[in-house]
């Protein structure tokens, strides 16, 4: 026969518990109707018992327990784009020669709403940018992702990401990048064809970078101040941008 596993094992002791209950109360005070009385009553509760315990309160521990992932995965985000992320944003805005139409927009301040926050993120949208890199740069782009490629890794192991869609979008588009960049020996001999292929990579990249980059800009804002202040002051679409505060 099968062994009891632990539930049903709890399910028999508490079931046992509460018939010794109704038996010990009927032994000592006696008076059967009552105790049949109060059974019905507790009987007639139960639904309601089973309500509050696996319907709202489950609810309410669901609602925490997502909260508690977001921060995590929110952690694992801003480690991304402190090792990564901001330095990559540099490197392509850099060469992003549309970039003055909306770089004022992506100047996040302190005073922002989550109005602006929308507002700023349907342009980004919208936005058709124009990176292009020379054979020299992707070589410098090239070394660079390959040297990131095992934090990379890391991080597509933690189960948290596969809950955050867009974020996952961004380290896919990366390691596709990196590996189309990788397979090339010789980037200086490519042709106009393929460089024109890796530069649809790279704007790829770029979008979804700077996307996933403005709503890590919010949650900062809303979560943590100081935090904030920092990616502020290192905003890689500001060229005035300095981790040294002046005023």
Do not use: C
């Amino acid at each position: 026969m099968r062994r009891l596993t632990w539930e049903m094992r709890l399910g028999i002791f508490l079931v046992a518990a509460s018939a010794a209950v109704y038996a010990i109360k009927f032994l000592v005070l006696g008076d059967p109707e009552n105790t049949y009385y109060y059974v019905f009553n507790a009987l007639g509760f139960l639904p309601i018992n089973v309500l509050l315990v696996t319907v709202i309160l489950n609810q309410l521990l669901s609602i925490r327990a997502k909260r508690d992932r977001l921060e995590k995965m929110n952690m694992v985000i801003g480690t991304f784009f402190s090792e990564v992320g901001t330095n990559l944003l540099v490197r392509l805005s850099d060469r992003d020669p549309n970039l003055s139409s909306i770089r004022e927009d992506l100047v996040v301040g302190n005073n922002w709403s989550d109005a602006d926050f929308a507002r700023v993120r349907t342009r980004l949208e919208a936005y058709s940018s124009g990176v292009a890199i020379d054979a020299a740069e992707l070589a410098v782009l090239k070394e660079y992702l390959i040297k990131k490629r095992n934090f990379l890794l890391r991080l597509l192991e933690n189960p948290m990401l596969l809950e955050h869609g867009p974020f996952t979008e961004v380290l896919r588009a990366v390691f596709h990048l990196t590996d189309e960049l990788e397979r090339r020996e010789k980037l200086d001999a490519s042709p106009a064809a393929d460089l024109k292929h890796l530069a649809g990579d790279i704007n790829r990249v770029y979008r979804l970078l700077a996307l996933a980059w403005l709503d890590y800009m919010k949650y900062l804002k809303s979560n943590y101040p100081y935090l904030f202040s920092l990616a502020m002051r290192t905003n890689p679409f500001d060229e005035t941008a300095s981790p040294v505060v002046k005023e």
